[in-house]
């Protein structure tokens, strides 16, 4: 067997400073392995299978260093070590979104030389038993390179290299539209009653008892596949739609970014875009770049005739999202007017040009960005095929190889292969998949974080999540809501576990969108968690407003008092405090007008409900609510009954 290190283990990655440092991999059954990283040295001998670890001592923040492995007559040379601050960032897909896709994404990719942050991103993969490899490689943070990083891990891990000035490493082993049960350990749901059934279920369905749904399944999954409409052939190139010749003078107008079911064209199809740019002089000979930004589902992108690429849902689950950039030599950019048309293809849910708008220019690949032509806005649109509104939604997975919401699947083949890497912490933002079991997710999600933390052997290590944003439509009226219920859930963990915290971003979200772009928001309310916990900033503020104890008063009023309020709390906006609602012993709730009452407190009154029973605060899909703390941070919601477990609920004296 050669001389093999395990994953992480590669030039320009980052090891935790001042902690002991796992160190390991394979080699020869029975060979010794010594590791050198500057000053220090340990060794190893590998086992039966070939596998050996150590463990170096702590040391301080340093680098650039060499890591250094010798087995027998091998060696590997590891070159750009450097020692700082490593967090492991997971979840669903607000935790995947790239720089590329969010807020101001030009203007950041732009800015991002920081040859101290570095991310290791994690390949996608699944698997049904623990892996000891998985893909990836680590990428210094550079304008090239951060339009795929992580976009909250990379917010994150910016604060805190401004704020520590050590390099920082962002381990982003993440996976969109992924559940919990997906990312925790086979003995991690054993171990808790609630949860062991996940299991018994997947043995089952795994099994020779199985078979027959799994043959209905797949005959499930057939029938709609051959249902759903298809691309009958790209009929627009034929008639020449791609060509700048074409008159589309008569095509209607569409203002881009957007679905086109939003802009009224409510089907699924084929749709082209097309616009004309005008190429200035200078650029002519220099090689174009043209950014088109994500098309939902498959595009097929021109420039002035010429075809450029493609790319759809069988090449990337997530191609959708992903903005297209191409390049065209320097050899055929001509000055004067030229045309760009897209072919977007999407035969269920939305489709378009969805942007963002600062990912859609076109420019020469050394301009500075104050050179790009804006593509954004008023595009020709033509419709190629029309599929009526496609109603059909895709059967729901059942567990198996291939799905990646099977327990287990993501621990076992993105987590497993990083156990026992030297850590400060991890980073979690999920939720959106488990809302429609929210309940559950009150033992669900504290398991998980206790079952990480088991697997990686170093204590308590810090945890910080990101609570659900706010998202759809606004209720005039207070109502029942399962991202409201799973909130709570999330609000709730912070009293079972030490070293905890949460980034409330019920202020931050978009009401037609499940993945807000303001990523930077996020990155910066989990950095504070972490400065103000981790790294004792004083300055630093680690949580939201919380909900800490409520007392009864005259005439049926309510105190609600909070914890961390960070120098008192305030309204946000002009007009009155919103978002509080009482309900009797009958649950039905009413609006409750509200006041504050010194620094850390809210007092509440219900001419409906003259004997309350319980408080909500923020509880709807998308409230309208506005209390935060001094720092600007926003009150997290809530929902708790009067008296309420933990609270001392007691009348005022």
Same mark, same amino acid.
């Given at each position: 067997?050669?001389?093999?290190? !395990?994953?992480?283990?590669? @030039?320009?990655?980052?090891?935790?400073?001042?902690? =002991?440092? #796992?160190?390991? $991999?394979?080699?020869?059954?029975?060979?010794?392995?010594?590791?050198?990283?500057?000053?220090?040295?340990?060794? !190893?001998?590998?086992?039966? @299978?070939?596998?050996?670890?150590?463990?170096?001592? =702590?040391? #301080?923040?340093? $680098?650039?260093?060499?890591?250094?492995v010798q087995a027998g007559a091998e060696a590997i040379q590891i070159e750009d070590?450097?020692?700082?601050?490593?967090?492991?960032?997971?979840?669903?897909?607000?935790?995947?979104?790239?720089?590329?896709?969010?807020?101001?994404a030009a203007r950041e990719i732009d800015g991002a030389t920081h040859a101290g942050?570095?991310?290791?991103?994690?390949?996608?993969?699944?698997?049904?038993?623990?892996?000891?490899?998985?893909?990836?490689r680590w990428e210094v943070?550079?304008?090239a390179t951060v339009g795929a990083f992580t976009a909250a891990g990379y917010f994150f891990a910016r604060e805190l290299h401004r704020e520590l000035g050590v390099a920082v490493g962002i381990i982003d082993s993440s996976w969109g539209g992924t559940v919990a049960e997906a990312w925790t350990s086979r003995a991690g749901l054993l171990g808790h009653p609630a949860h062991r059934g996940f299991i018994d279920r997947l043995d089952r369905l795994l099994g020779p008892e199985g078979q027959n749904e799994r043959d209905a399944f797949a005959k499930v999954l057939a029938d709609w596949q051959a249902a759903i409409p298809q691309d009958a052939g790209n009929q627009g190139e034929a008639d020449g739609w791609h060509r700048p010749s074409t008159d589309d003078s008569t095509w209607k107008t569409m203002d881009l970014p957007t679905g086109w079911?939003?802009?009224?064209?409510?089907i699924s199809g084929v749709f082209w875009f097309r616009r004309t740019v005008e190429i200035p002089a200078s650029w002519a000979g220099r090689e174009l770049e043209v950014r088109v930004g994500a098309c939902d589902k498959r595009d097929y992108t021109y420039y002035d005739g010429r075809f450029l690429g493609s790319l759809g849902q069988e090449d990337s689950p997530d191609a959708w999202r992903t903005p297209r950039v191409y390049r065209i030599s320097g050899a055929d950019v001509k000055a004067g007017p030229r045309v760009i048309a897209v072919r977007v293809f999407s035969n269920i849910y939305q489709g378009g040009m969805i942007g963002p708008r600062d990912a859609m220019w076109v420019a020469p690949v050394d301009a500075a960005p104050e050179e790009r032509l804006a593509i954004d806005g008023a595009w020709r649109y033509r419709i190629e095929q029309n599929f009526g509104k496609v109603e059909s939604a895709p059967p729901p997975a059942m567990y198996g190889p291939t799905n990646p919401n099977t327990p287990t699947v993501l621990f076992n083949a993105m987590i497993a292969p990083m156990i026992p890497y030297a850590l400060k912490g991890f980073l979690w933002y999920q939720g959106e998949s488990n809302a429609s079991r929210p309940v559950e997710y009150r033992t669900l999600f504290p398991n998980l974080i206790h079952d990480w933390r088991r697997v990686f052997g170093q204590g308590d290590l810090a945890f910080y999540w990101v609570q659900l944003?706010?998202?759809?439509?606004?209720?005039?009226?207070?109502?029942?809501?399962?991202?409201?219920?799973?909130?709570?859930?999330?609000r709730l963990a912070l009293d079972l576990l030490p070293q905890a915290g949460m980034a409330v971003i019920i202020d931050i979200g978009e009401a037609g969108d499940i993945h807000p772009k303001n990523k930077q928001d996020v990155g910066r309310r989990l950095a504070g968690c972490a400065l103000a916990y981790d790294y004792g900033h004083a300055s630093a503020v680690g949580s939201s407003p919380l909900p800490r104890r409520a007392t009864c008063g005259d005439g049926g009023s309510i105190l609600v008092r909070f914890k961390e309020v960070a120098g008192g709390l305030t309204v946000r906006g002009d007009?009155?405090?919103?978002?509080?609602?009482?309900?009797?012993?009958?649950?039905?709730?009413?609006?409750?007008d509200a006041a504050l009452e010194g620094t850390d407190?809210?007092?509440l009154r219900c001419g409906a409900v003259p004997a309350p029973h319980w408080i909500r605060y923020a509880w709807a899909d998308n409230p309208v609510c506005n209390l935060a703390g001094g720092s600007g941070l926003p009150a997290s919601p809530f929902e708790a009954a009067i008296p309420c477990g933990d609270w001392l609920a007691e009348t005022e004296s």
């Open positions: 067997m050669n001389l093999q290190l !395990a994953s992480l283990f590669q @030039d320009h990655m980052v090891l935790q400073r001042d902690r =002991p440092l #796992p160190v390991w $991999g394979w080699c020869q059954p029975g060979g010794q392995a010594t590791v050198r990283l500057g000053p220090v040295q340990a060794t !190893a001998r590998a086992g039966h @299978d070939g596998r050996w670890q150590t463990t170096l001592p =702590p040391q #301080p923040a340093a $680098g650039p260093l060499t890591l250094t070590v450097w020692l700082g601050e490593v967090w492991l960032a997971s979840g669903q897909s607000n935790m995947e979104m790239k720089v590329n896709a969010c807020r101001d942050i570095r991310v290791f991103t994690t390949a996608r993969v699944i698997a049904l038993a623990p892996q000891q490899r998985v893909g990836g943070c550079t304008p079911q939003v802009a009224g064209c409510d944003a706010n998202y759809m439509g606004i209720r005039e009226q207070p109502s029942e809501s399962n991202w409201a219920v799973l909130r709570e859930a999330q007009g009155p405090l919103r978002g509080f609602a009482l309900a009797g012993a009958d649950r039905v709730f009413h609006w409750a407190a809210v007092r």
